[in-house]
Structures are given as C-alpha cells and as structure tokens.
C-alpha cells in the first residue's frame, strides 16, 4: 500500500472471506475483490439490506470507472416496471461523487432515504409501487430539496 494509507490495513482472503464479510462486514470500509468474489459478496449484501435492488456498485480501474445497478439488467424482468431503481440511482450518486460533486451526491441519496422512509417502496420491499412510481417519488423528493 502506498504511504499515505499508513493507517490501512490489507487483508487477503480466499472466496470464505465473503462468509466473514456478511457476518463481520462492519469491520471493513472497502473490500476488493475479483469479479467472481464480488458478485457474490454483493448478493450477501442484498440480503443483509432487504434487497439487491438497494446496492449501488462501482468498478474502479487506474483510469476509468464503471458505475451500473448492482442487480445487472435484469433480462428476466426488463419491461415489466418490477425493478428496483434504487440500485442504479445510488449508483448515478456514486458516480457523482467520483467526479467531485459531493453535494448532488449527498442531495440523491437523501431523496431514495426520504422516499423510502414515506412509505414507498417497489415489491421486492414489499411495496406496491412500480420501476416508475419509484423513481418518480425520488424525483418528487429531489426536485424539493432544490426549491
């Protein structure tokens, strides 16, 4: 690691570290891990919080990144208005982030939390609403945080 991570602490694991990720996540600020390793940590974690439909992801390389849903595109369901676009709009605000733009970063995550929070919700949450009434909802939340 370089120097100025003094405080960091590299730990290398094998695919069982994904079990002690789920159970001990909470000792960990950012795991690395091979695509296989990752998809399948991510799927620990859409359990943990209810649902796949709820993770952002991100794929950093030296010069680029890649910012997509968390849940892939869901060919099975495409068109039927049953994701979750939770996934792909927290990953829209890390991409934000990532280009410097904290606060409209910070402003899209409080829009999902306060639409979630009101009461909305797709059916993988146990809610009624739809890929669009969600996202409209945040939209709604996020349009009245910049009035």
Request: charged share 15%; glycine share 12%; net charge negative.
């Amino acid at each position: 690691l370089p120097q100025k991570f003094t405080d960091t602490r590299c730990v290398m694991s094998g695919v069982l570290s994904c079990v002690f990720v789920w159970l001990a996540g909470g000792r960990y600020d950012v795991l690395v891990a091979p695509n296989c390793w990752g998809d399948i940590v991510s799927d620990l974690a859409g359990g943990i919080v209810g649902s796949l439909g709820l993770l952002g992801s991100a794929n950093h390389g030296p010069s680029h990144a890649l910012f997509e849903a968390s849940h892939g595109s869901a060919p099975d369901i495409a068109g039927q208005g049953v994701v979750n676009p939770t996934s792909m709009i927290l990953s829209g605000a890390m991409l934000l982030r990532h280009i410097g733009d904290h606060a409209a970063a910070t402003a899209v995550e409080q829009a999902v939390r306060d639409t979630l929070a009101d009461g909305t919700a797709t059916t993988d949450l146990g809610g009624k609403s739809t890929t669009d009434q969600f996202a409209d909802a945040v939209i709604v939340k996020l349009q009245a945080q910049l009035r």
